[in-house]
């Protein structure tokens, strides 16, 4: 289990992977909600503030559509987006 911010994530239990990133299975530290936290790794360092930007925006979208992103937590070259399952 890794800490990641409000989040343990079972680097043990991929739930997928893509051409994005891998998901695995989390819990929000307070509530015990589970989420999928997808895992992206950055190209580089450079684009760490880019990528972050990008990414905290997916937080304030909100549509029936599409599903949400609760939170961005980066660390090193990762970067996590938790999603409630």
């Known amino acids: 289990m890794l800490s990641k911010g409000k989040y343990l994530v079972d680097s043990d239990?991929?739930?997928?992977?893509?051409?994005?990133?891998t998901v695995f299975l989390g819990t929000h530290k307070e509530t015990n909600q589970k989420v999928a936290a997808k895992r992206i790794e950055r190209p580089s360092e450079d684009d760490a503030q880019n990528v972050t930007e990008d990414l905290q925006k997916l937080v304030e979208l909100k549509h029936e559509n599409i599903a949400r992103v609760?939170?961005?937590?980066?660390e090193g070259k990762t970067v996590d987006l938790p999603r409630v399952l």
Not at 13 to 21: E, I, Q, R
Not at 70 to 74: F, H, L
């Open 13 to 21: 239990k991929a739930l997928g992977h893509g051409s994005f990133g």
């Open 70 to 74: 609760y939170d961005v937590e980066q």
